[in-house]
């Protein structure tokens, strides 16, 4: 999973995991700053994503609500834009584990979420029920590991909100599952201007390019980018340019780099802009990331 740093955290973000290895999974983050992430998901789980905040974040292309379920399939490739605030809870499971609770739970095996990405939104007082649900087996299952190995299979209690899941997936109308067309035109628009901006990072990236290249109106980019990242495109190139620096400047000591050099690698072309961003996103200055990986 490769991560980008889109603003700076006020707060620690928080991340509680349980882990049954290579079996069955519980983790509950909570994240106080934006990024944006990109990786495969693993070829033989499936994750349901339990939203308590959206705060506005996507996942997989799907503009995420208070109270919705996201379903993962097995080898999906995962993208991510997190708005600070995000908080949820994820079940990993694997895929037999989960078509088995489908079978049993809705009585059928739902193709519409095995295939593809797809959320539905439950009713207020059914989340708060399955949060408090999920939360109490957290910290159930957290004493548990304090004292010896969790089980192979999943407690009941983690079979009972995979079938509320499943269950809430075999009830929903259609229209609530996936996203508008709009939507998803916006979230493309925006992730192939991702990618040409990750090819070309070390270049000079005028917004007139980046429109040519992906064939929009300066609004249309403006409002793609506003939709999928919270940011305008200047501020994403800005974002992606410092997380690059950092990247080559723990490996810098090896190869030979200064910052200076680093920076003019990734396009940076206003040295003193450049440090105060750094220390914005990152909590340190370059040169001390510099010199603590050569530490490392």
């Known amino acids: 999973m490769k991560v980008d740093r889109l603003s700076a955290g006020w707060l620690p973000s928080r991340i509680r995991?349980?882990?049954?290895?290579?079996?069955?999974?519980?983790?509950?983050?909570?994240?106080?700053?934006?990024?944006?992430?990109?990786?495969?998901?693993?070829?033989?789980?499936?994750?349901?994503?339990?939203?308590?905040?959206?705060?506005?974040s996507t996942i997989c292309g799907i503009p995420l609500e208070d109270d919705l379920i996201l379903a993962i399939p097995a080898g999906t490739s995962v993208t991510?834009?997190?708005?600070?605030?995000?908080?949820?809870?994820?079940?990993?499971?694997?895929?037999?584990?989960?078509?088995?609770?489908?079978?049993?739970a809705a009585g059928m095996v739902?193709?519409?979420?095995?295939?593809?990405?797809?959320?539905?939104?439950?009713?207020?007082?059914?989340?708060q029920r399955i949060r408090r649900q999920i939360k109490s087996m957290a910290d159930h299952l957290g004493t548990v590991a304090g004292d010896s190995a969790l089980l192979?299979?999943?407690p009941g209690a983690f079979l009972d909100y995979l079938g509320a899941a499943a269950d809430a997936f075999a009830g929903a109308d259609s229209r609530e599952t996936g996203t508008a067309g709009s939507a998803s035109r916006h979230f493309r628009q925006a992730s192939a201007a991702e990618d040409f901006i990750r090819t070309h990072i070390r270049e000079d990236i005028p917004i007139v390019r980046l429109c040519k290249e992906i064939g929009v109106s300066r609004r249309q980019l403006e409002y793609a980018f506003r939709t999928a990242f919270a940011?305008?495109?200047?501020?994403?190139?800005?974002?992606?340019?410092?997380?690059?620096?950092?990247?080559?400047?723990?490996?810098?000591?090896?190869?030979?780099l200064s910052v200076t050099t680093v920076a003019m690698d990734v396009g940076v072309n206003h040295l003193?802009?450049?440090?105060?961003?750094?220390?914005?996103?990152?909590?340190?200055?370059?040169?001390q990331t510099l010199q603590r990986a050569g530490r490392t």
């Not at 909570?30 to 994503?49: K, W």
């Not at 193709?111 to 439950?122: G, K, M, T, Y």
Request: proline share 6%.
């Open 152 to 154: 192979e299979q999943p």
């Open 272 to 287: 003193g802009r450049f440090a105060a961003s750094y220390r914005l996103f990152f909590g340190e200055s370059p040169k």
């Open 110 to 127: 739902l193709e519409q979420i095995n295939n593809h990405p797809a959320a539905v939104r439950l009713a207020t007082g059914e989340a």
């Open 80 to 104: 991510a834009t997190v708005r600070p605030g995000l908080n949820y809870a994820v079940a990993i499971v694997p895929t037999a584990t989960w078509m088995e609770v489908q079978s049993i």
């Open 231 to 256: 940011a305008t495109p200047l501020e994403f190139i800005r974002a992606l340019r410092l997380n690059e620096a950092r990247r080559l400047l723990t490996a810098a000591r090896a190869n030979g």
């Open 17 to 56: 995991q349980i882990q049954s290895p290579g079996k069955w999974a519980l983790d509950l983050p909570e994240f106080n700053c934006a990024f944006r992430a990109r990786g495969g998901f693993d070829q033989d789980s499936v994750a349901l994503v339990a939203i308590e905040r959206a705060c506005g």
